[in-house]
């Protein structure tokens, strides 16, 4: 009869619990990558944990954009917005649709000019990716004129 030592207990529990601790750390998966010429992307943020998880990734990437609209006293998450990004040539770099209130570019080090386009609305940001030093970037929009959702 194949009997369990103390010791091999004790490494099987703890296999165990390893295993359950990174089944419960991979509940939350983030969108899939996607790809527009050679820039690789991540958009979503629908729902506190896939928001907290794209937060989190965000630092691994070299540019993070979030996207909200001004709610009174504080924001609302925005989804669905156009986003264009230029180089300093003015080529497009990336031309997509943010289906969510993150999206996260791996972007070439360099200057870049970011459109996004909301409701009818454009704000413009410039920013300057650099290796190594994640760039963030908010775009939050003004309330509606007559309190209207964008």
Sequence with gaps: MNRMTPHSLMAASLVMLL????????????????????VEY?????????AQALQ?????????????????????????????IHDAQGHTALETT???????????????????SLGGRTLHREVQVQPNHPASVLFLWPPSPGGADL
């Design 98 to 116: 943010a289906t969510g209130p993150f999206l996260l570019a791996r972007l070439a080090p360099g200057a870049y000019k970011i459109d996004a």
């Design 19 to 38: 295993v359950g601790a990174i089944a419960a750390n991979s509940n939350v998966l983030l969108p899939p990558v996607q790809h527009s010429g050679s």
């Design 56 to 84: 989190k990734e965000a630092r691994q990437w070299p540019l993070a954009l979030e996207f909200a609209v001004k709610a009174g006293p504080s924001a609302d998450y925005a989804a669905n917005v156009a986003v264009q």
């Design 42 to 50: 991540l958009s979503g943020g629908i729902g506190h944990d896939e």
